[in-house]
């Protein structure tokens, strides 16, 4: 067999979560090949690029580069939009961080255009390609729990801003508000687990709006703001399985409480870690058995943090001539059924997602770990 030819690769956008990024794309999946990137902030990119041993680029020289196949968007969510219908319309796939854009338009209109280009086209996260969530659904699908009736997801979390610079402050900006930032990790792992979502209704809030910066070493200390993002929802869920669910999530818990998944079913319940790893604890409790069950991995993947699964996958993916599994209409899917909570809460109406998506291929079984675990992308 001719050895592996890696599709090369640019990232733009080069904050903090650029470095796991580039350290797996660069460092541990073959079939990516990065060779540029570039960011707003010369400096970031310079420090990526030494870092990494790949050139600084801008984002025109990336989109004029007939080399560069796949386009990597690790802007912040205000700028998601805009990069990724640059990209397209130069030609590249697209890898973009969750979520697609900030307004529901915004993200129909770059699937559209993916769609038309013949581009492939994903959103993260990626974490629900990880051993974790993969386990979690082989055991549903081989019947261990029996037939699934309810899934709740439950993401407590603090974001009070306690530093200055744009990292933190983007949690607080359109797009960037917790069922945004982190609604996705759970609605993916739903999604693999149940397929897709029929109906949604719920609410949602807009929780101390009035905030002031806090940390003493910020020259903004003392300083007020207006949140402007929705930072607390609880969601109902239909699924077109038939399954019903839940997810309840906030930004406002400074209490140390377990962010999980939990699944009922006719013989027995389900625990899953927080879906914003891509390993944790996998629990099993069946019906008429007080003990439960810790369950050993069956996929790969688990072992550390793997940003950039799923760019290697929608490599695998365009090598191959399959559809990826984290296919914009996913992150599409995902991004309505948080859009009609937040109308919900307006409009005390019950939402059809228009936006609907295929039951997302299950990575297949592996005795493998470390990189020779990557085969499972080319099958």
């Not at 004029?64 to 805009?82: K, M, Q, R």
């Not at 051993?131 to 603090?158: H, K, N, Y």
């Not at 929780?207 to 930072?231: A, K, M, V, W």
């Not at 891509?278 to 069950?293: A, D, H, Q, T, Y």
């Amino acid at each position: 067999m001719a050895e592996l030819k890696p599709i090369k690769a640019a990232v733009i956008g080069c904050g903090v979560i650029s470095e796991i990024y580039l350290k797996n794309l660069c460092e541990f999946f073959k079939i990516v090949d990065v060779v540029g990137c570039s960011d707003l902030i010369p400096e970031r990119s310079k420090k990526r690029a030494e870092q990494f041993g790949i050139r600084q680029m801008t984002n025109d020289e990336i989109f004029a580069d007939s080399e560069i196949e796949i386009v990597v968007n690790l802007t912040y969510p205000l700028s998601h939009y805009e990069v990724t219908k640059a990209a397209l319309l130069a030609g590249k796939h697209v890898y973009s961080e969750k979520m697609i854009a900030v307004e529901l338009a915004e993200g129909e209109e770059l699937l559209r255009l993916a769609r038309s280009k013949n581009l492939q086209f994903t959103v993260a996260p990626d974490t629900c390609l990880g051993g974790g969530i993969q386990t979690a659904r082989w055991i549903v699908d081989s019947g261990m729990i029996g037939e699934p009736i309810l899934v709740s997801g439950f993401c407590p979390r603090s974001y009070q801003l306690v530093r200055e610079d744009a990292e933190v402050r983007m949690v607080h900006l359109p797009g960037g508000g917790i069922p945004f930032d982190m609604g996705g990790y759970y609605l993916h792992a739903f999604v693999n687990l149940f397929g897709a979502i029929s109906r949604v209704s719920g609410f949602a809030q807009i929780r101390n709006p009035h905030r002031s910066y806090l940390n003493p070493r910020s020259p903004l200390y003392g300083d007020d703001f207006e949140e402007t993002c929705i930072n607390t929802m609880s969601a109902s869920l239909q699924f077109e399985s038939g399954v019903l669910g839940s997810l309840l999530v906030t930004s406002e818990c400074t209490a140390d409480a377990v962010q999980k998944i939990e699944v009922l079913g006719t013989e027995g319940m389900l625990s899953i870690h927080d879906p914003n790893n891509f390993g944790g604890p996998i629990r099993v409790k069946r019906s008429g058995n007080s003990e439960e069950l810790v369950i050993p991995y069956t996929h790969a993947f688990f072992e550390t943090d793997r940003r950039g699964l799923g760019v290697a996958d929608m490599a695998y993916a365009i090598k191959n001539h399959r559809r990826p599994r984290l296919d914009a209409s996913l992150g599409l899917h995902a991004f309505e059924v948080i859009h009609r909570v937040w109308e919900s809460t307006k409009t005390g109406k019950t939402y059809e997602i228009v936006n609907q998506t295929e039951h997302p291929q299950a990575m297949p079984r592996t005795p493998f770990g470390g990189t020779c675990a990557e085969h499972v992308l080319d099958l």
